[in-house]
Structures are given as C-alpha cells and as structure tokens.
C-alpha cells in the first residue's frame, strides 16, 4: 500500500517520443478545434470537425501509433476490463453529483435523453486527452502531474472557442475527470459513456452559447464503425498471440 501511495506522488521526467507526439497531437487538436468554431464554410466545418477532429488526429492516430506500430493492447489507452465494475459505479456516482450541482434549473424530460445517448457516444475527448494525453504525460513525469497536464490540456483546445470565464472551469473539470481516471485504474470507462454523456449534456444546457456540434448522427456512425474495426483488430492480435504461445 505505501509502496503504491509513493508511486502516485512520485514526480519524474522521462521525455520520450511518446511525450513528444502527445504534445504535438495537442496542438493539432488545438488548431482545429479553433478553426471548426471559427470557420463559415459549413462543408469545411463538416470535415474538420467530424473527419479531422473527432476521427484522425483524437482516434486514429492514437491507436495506430499505440496499437499498430508499438503493438500494444487497447490498454495501453484506458480501454479495458480491468476494474470496469468499479469504474461504471464511480462514474454513476459522479454523474449523480454533476447533475445535482449543475443541474439546477434545468426541466428532466423525455426529449433529453437523444442529447444524452449521442454525448454518450463522443469518444473522441476522454479518449484523446485521457487514454492518450494522460498516460503519456504519466509515463513521463508521474501521476500528478499527468492529472494536472491533462486537465490543462482538457481546457486550452477550447481557447478562442469559449468565453474566457468558462476556460478556467473547463481545466477544474478536466483536471477532476483525470483524478477520476487514476483513481479507476485508469480506466476509461469511469469516463465514458455515462459520466461523459451527463456531464457534456449539463454543461451544454447550462452554457449553450460555448457550443460546437460535434452529436450529429454523422459523428456517431463515424465513431462506431470506428470502434468495431478497434474491436476487430484487438481480437485478431489476442488470437495471434495465444496461437504463437
């Protein structure tokens, strides 16, 4: 026990590739985060957001560079069975607490829960900046500072995209989703989809003017087409392995 308390406070620095790819995906994300809320062109709009953002450079490159070039498991990204009992009822948990705080004033009907179910969908955020920020960030300085960098990271894509009063409330909440993360096992499903799904509901309700629509059904087909072919491909490796064993 103290053995795992002195790892989690434990603050090193490792630079590595990894560390320098994640910093570069994050200004990639940034930059078109920035240019989706800010372009007129609604075919570019389309593209960037449901193509560029939400699939190439938050999904794909992760998990070709993770999974195909590394030939790590989908672990290696937050994606696991490992703890996922634990990780659901926090999440549950969570969910419950975010909608008491922020929930007020807000009317529970039927015509919430399409909103709900396509936030549920929306891999791309806690994937990119948890799965793939985070235990990079963790591999390279520790537990701690990953958090905080992952909340940081969490809220300066959103820069120029938000009022400025609702950044610094972004990077709290990102740096709270990043402790539930650790605190899961680094598990992603903690995050996504119950917690994820509540929590960018009731933050789009609260704050619709801060906005951009990334839950259109384009989206969503695009992101499960995506994860069945991760699925696939996982499955095929385990196959290999245990036939080459």
Not at 139 to 166: E, K, M
Not at 201 to 215: E, Q, R, V
Not at 226 to 239: E, F, G, N, V, Y
Request: aromatic letters at 16%; glycine letters at 8%; a positive charge.
């Amino acid at each position: 026990m103290q053995k795992k308390l002195r790892s989690i406070f434990y603050i090193r620095v490792s630079p590595s590739i990894d560390l320098l790819l994640a910093f570069l995906s994050e200004l990639l994300v940034m930059g078109t985060y920035y240019f989706t809320t800010h372009t007129q062109n609604p075919f570019l709009q389309l593209i960037m957001s449901k193509i560029v953002l939400s699939v190439l450079f938050t999904i794909l490159l992760p998990v070709l560079y993770m999974v195909g070039y590394k030939k790590q498991p989908l672990a290696s990204l937050g994606i696991k069975k490992h703890l996922w009992l634990i990780a659901l009822i926090i999440s549950v948990i969570f969910s419950f607490i975010v909608i008491q705080l922020f929930g007020h004033g807000i009317k529970f009907t039927l015509s919430i829960f399409p909103m709900v179910i396509i936030n549920g969908l929306n891999l791309w955020e806690p994937l990119f900046v948890y799965g793939w920020l985070q235990l990079r960030f963790e591999n390279a300085f520790g537990a701690i500072p990953s958090i905080i960098l992952s909340g940081l990271c969490y809220g300066f894509y959103h820069i120029g995209s938000v009022p400025i009063d609702t950044l610094f409330p972004l990077i709290g909440m990102g740096i709270i989703y990043g402790f539930l993360f650790k605190l899961s096992g680094n598990n992603l499903f903690v995050l996504f989809p119950i917690m994820w799904s509540f929590a960018e509901w009731t933050g789009i309700t609260a704050h619709p003017s801060s906005l951009t629509s990334y839950g259109d059904i384009e989206g969503v087909i695009v992101i499960c087409i995506l994860l069945l072919w991760m699925a696939i491909i996982d499955r095929l490796r385990h196959r290999q392995f245990v036939t080459h064993k």
